[in-house]
């Protein structure tokens, strides 16, 4: 897996949820194509999303329990 991203644009400002909790910023690729980079913090509550569309999640530090579906 490549460990950085080569000629893209950034989105200044980021989605932000649960309080800051998670942050994110949208990449565009040279392509055109849209990548998501971003944080989760430490939490004792479950953060929960919804995707309507497929979503492939990278850890590069620490760990996290996901939960798909109910």
């Known amino acids: 897996m490549?460990?950085?991203?080569d000629f893209v644009s950034v989105t200044k400002k980021p989605t932000i949820h649960y309080g800051g909790r998670s942050v994110s910023h949208v990449l565009q690729m040279e392509d055109g194509t849209k990548k998501t980079i971003g944080v989760f913090l430490p939490s004792e509550q479950p953060l929960?999303?919804?995707?309507?569309?497929?979503?492939r999640l990278e850890i590069i530090s620490g760990q996290c329990l996901v939960q798909i579906a109910d």
């Open 2 to 5: 490549s460990k950085q991203f």
């Open 48 to 55: 929960v999303f919804e995707a309507h569309v497929n979503e």
